[in-house]
Structures are given as C-alpha cells and as structure tokens.
C-alpha cells in the first residue's frame, strides 16, 4: 500500500496568513493526488484534484503543487472559514489511502 | 443537485451484521465509480472500498476484505455496503462518496452526510 504522510499534524495561524502544508507519498503516484477540507461534523470537500487544479467553486486562495512524491497545499491568505482539518489522498491505485490530516487551528 | 443519503447505520453487537444504503440523486448514478470511507470517532479519513459504474469490479481496504460486500442497483439509484462479522474497531461514521470519473485522477468530488455504525456489547 502506499503511504500519504503529512506535515505538519497541526499548526495555529492567524487571519491573513499564508499557509503550507505538505504530503508526502512512500512511492511516486505521478499526480494522482487530492486535497480535502473538513469541518467538524460535516462530510470533506474536494478542493484541489491532480495535484494542482482547483475543483469548481473553490476560492482561489487555495493552491496546490507537486507531482511524484512531493505536493504542496498553500492557502495564500487564510479565512475565517478555513479553520479546518485537511486531508490529502492518493488516486493512483487502491487503497486510495488519505493522509492523516493537517488541523489548522486559529492563533 | 448531486445528492448522496446514507441509512443503515445503528449500534449492533460483536460478530453482528449491518447493511449500509446510500441513495443518489442528481447525476447518472451508473455512469459513475462509488466509494465507502469512514471515519472513527475523532480520527481521520480510511478509504474501504469502491465499486466501478457497472458493479462488476470492486476492490476493498484489507482490514474489512472478507467481511464486507460493495454492491450497486444502477436501476434503483443506490449504494449498498453489507458489512459482516462487525468488530470494534469498525465503529465509525460511514460515508458514500462519488468518484469523478470523468477526469483522469477520479477525486471524491460527492460526499453524503455520514452514517455511524457502533459496535459494542
């Protein structure tokens, strides 16, 4: 199976920060790679989808990079309404296995 | 309006059975792979299993392969996830979720409301 680690587990920031995070595959899976947000209670939302595109209706504050093993979530100016679990997920061959999820939490 | 609406889920004992739905609206629902995922009480995200548009290739996480059976009625617009000699460590909020086949990496794009099964005596 294929490893999704991410970094890092949790991190606190303000309003109007910019945002990083990063995940990381045990083997290349080219750009098969998604990135979700969670609310709690509430079902994930796809917001970037083959590493870099932006699934319709997200702001375009949200950003992703990468390909191989190596991607990149960045929130360029965070909102209040970011504050969230995020997961990333591998879709290059099952399990389609998730991330362990990055909390952002406020300052 | 892409809608996916989970039932099934309850409190069922040790060793005992439950059969997850998940009624879809909103798009053509055979044209389209399926997912379960669930979610343990304050972990994170594990994939289960999927099931391609026409059902007749599944695949399944190893910690429920044998146990649990993905399966689909196209004509009747549902999702089934028939999950058997239930554990403990399967107690968890249950999610039926839409691939988006339509582009090369199918992402989750649909997700329903989440269904929780708890296993306990």
């Known amino acids: 199976d294929i490893q999704m680690t991410q970094s890092p587990s949790s991190l606190s920031a303000s309003v109007g920060d910019k945002v990083t995070i990063t995940c990381r595959a045990s083997?290349?899976?080219?750009?098969?790679l998604n990135w979700y947000q969670q609310k709690p209670g509430k079902a994930p939302k796809l917001l970037i989808y083959?590493?870099?595109s932006l699934q319709s209706g997200v702001p375009s504050r949200f950003s992703g990079s990468g390909s191989g093993t190596d991607f990149t979530l960045t929130i360029s100016s965070l909102q209040p309404e970011d504050f969230a679990t995020y997961y990333c997920q591998q879709s290059y061959i099952t399990p389609r296995t998730f991330g362990q999820g990055t909390k952002v939490e406020i300052k | 309006e892409v809608q996916l609406v989970e039932s099934g889920g309850g409190l069922v004992q040790p060793g005992g059975s439950l059969r997850l739905s998940c009624a879809a609206s909103?798009?053509?629902?055979?044209?389209?792979?399926m997912d379960w995922v669930r979610q343990a009480p304050g972990k994170g995200l594990v994939w289960v299993s999927r099931i391609n548009s026409d059902g007749s290739s599944t695949s399944y996480a190893d910690s429920v392969k044998g146990r649990f059976t993905i399966s689909r009625d196209n004509a009747n617009n549902t999702l089934y996830l028939q999950m058997n000699s239930l554990r403990a460590e399967d107690t968890a909020v249950y999610y039926c979720?839409?691939?988006?086949?339509?582009?090369?990496?199918?992402?989750?794009?649909?997700w329903g409301q989440g269904t929780l099964v708890t296993v306990s005596s």
């Open positions: 083997q290349s899976i080219t750009f098969y």
């Open positions: 909103g798009f053509t629902f055979s044209s389209y792979w």
């Open positions: 083959a590493a870099s």
């Open positions: 979720a839409r691939e988006n086949s339509m582009t090369t990496v199918n992402p989750t794009d649909y």
